[in-house]
């Protein structure tokens, strides 16, 4: 039995979301996204109703469509798949993808109120082939074929020549010049320290998205917001509890509430219940609880000239808030937040080998993983802010303090989900953990973030035929770059990556101690690990053992330095190692801020 079938994907997604200068640009690009896809997953949906059980869409899970507690759709990615009969694929692509840009062509005209042209979205790329699916394997070569063929298609581009003379170019995506600030009756009415912004027209359209994902009077938590949220949730808990904290908290809570910009805008409550006396930490000072919050720069569109003042006077109550939280106890304030991304390994190459109807029963699996993800980052002992989790993938911004927890957890149950999914038994998952302080540009942590995943896929270690099913975890310092190391998810010893890394960071003084030293022997013990001799290259781990006992560290703590340093997975172009130095930096910067 012949018929057509169509791979409908919207590119350049991944740098859409990266050039970003706010996590409302972010979410405001996967959220604009995803609702083009779902436009035109929609058509085809409807024009394949009628036509029998065997047509219809393999991606996205049609329910995803018709029954989702979301505004938009969770377990929708960036492409679509479907099933038609023979000779109507063709008109069915070109319609769906004609819903695709009507779906933007109104987010265009909700933000700037007019038609804007805005160059590179929607990057939409369709194939449509026809073949024999009477069989598993005559489906499965129809399937290669099509992705073949997408594949091709997005190499062979028309190029629409643009010439700029006149304008600046976009700040954030500096191949597009800056269009005009949105002032159209419908446009999103952008706030007065946003106006001075050079953004393209399709920035402008992803921060209007972003901007109205919680509807009136509430924002999309910003880094600051998700950095402070563990300190708050513990400061609400410790004063609901102890009244005299309660009575010197509320003041300096009030005084600061009275300073925060933009009046009464909030962002999402923190989860559980909090008194009423102590909201305003669960809603309206997320941002300038911490004292690094207060800084001049970012308060002079709100302030002008007395922004200076305003600073001084904000980051001495936010201080003082500090100050009273270690008195009683509360776990420190850190400035650092984290992204979080995980990915599936190798899931086109098993789709390839899966009939439809399994095709269609995995499509299932993915959006429901998709959803669990997103609760499960949600949940108040992790306090994420999920971005997309389409199943395949997953992107949110963490507490510091959580990060590492939420990435183990999300892979294990990732591990447990499939497995009792006969059609993906068997496939893995890629992490990226990158720690960024929350006033450092997004944009450069966005990046580093999709770097890193890809860096999980493709390093190697010594002794590791298969890549992938790896942790790459990145700390980035306000100077730049200090520590990364990638892990497999699974090194032998039966601990996760997670729990060595964390097992070599009891505490600051003693993480520091131990990373400084292997810092400076580094080169010493790579020798020894090298060597032809095994007896001479069990001295490096004799070493190891040496060194972590004199900074008083156990036995446990010495042989998970060891195992983090026997699998450092490198770059594809060095050779594997014994290397202990990248995974003890990053224990130092744990237990340093992430307490």
Known sequence: MNADLVLLAVGGVQPFIAESRKTADVAGASLAVRQVVAAAASWALAGLVDQGELYGLVMPDPDVLADSGERVPVGISNKIVFLAPMGTGVPLAKNAADAARREWARLVARTHGVEVDTPGMPDLTWVCVTGDVGG???????????????????????????????????????????????????????????????????????????NKTYGPGKRFPSTTVVASSPFRARLVQRAAENADLRDELIPLLVRLADMVPGGEVDHAPLPGETPSSLSVLSTRLGTLISPDAWESRVLR????????????????????IKRLAERYDVPALTPYYAIVVQDLDRLGERLGGLNLADQRAASGVLTELGRHQRELSRQ??????????????????????????????????????????????????STAVVFSHMTSPLREAIATAQRALDGAKQARGAGYAAQRNALTVVVLRRG??????????????????VELLCSVAPDAQFSGRLAGRLERDRDELNRLASHSRAAVRATAHDEVRRLVSRQGGSAEVAEAVITLGEHERRPPDEDPRFDPVPATLVARFLAQECR
């Open 380 to 429: 108040a002992g992790h306090l994420g802010v999920p971005v997309f989790a389409g199943g395949d993938d997953f992107l949110a911004f963490v507490p510091a303090a959580t990060a590492l927890p939420l990435a183990a957890e999300l892979r294990r149950f990732t591990g447990d989900h499939l497995r009792n999914a006969p059609s993906l038994n068997g496939v893995t998952a």
């Open 480 to 497: 730049g770059e200090r520590a990364r190391t990638i892990q497999p998810w699974y090194p032998a010893g039966g601990r996760n990556a």
């Open 136 to 210: 598993d394997e005559a489906y499965q070569a129809v399937w290669r074929s099509a992705k073949k063929a997408l594949d091709q298609r997005k190499r062979a581009r028309w190029f629409a020549i643009s010439r700029t003379t006149t304008r600046a170019l976009c700040a954030q995506s500096p191949l597009l010049p800056a269009a005009d600030v949105p002032s159209g009756p419908r446009g999103m009415g952008v706030p007065d320290h946003e106006r001075r912004e050079r953004l393209s027209a399709a920035g402008w359209v992803k921060r209007s998205v972003g």
């Open 301 to 320: 569109d709100e302030y002008g000239d007395d922004a200076g003042r305003h600073a001084a006077a904000g980051r001495g109550i936010a201080g003082r």
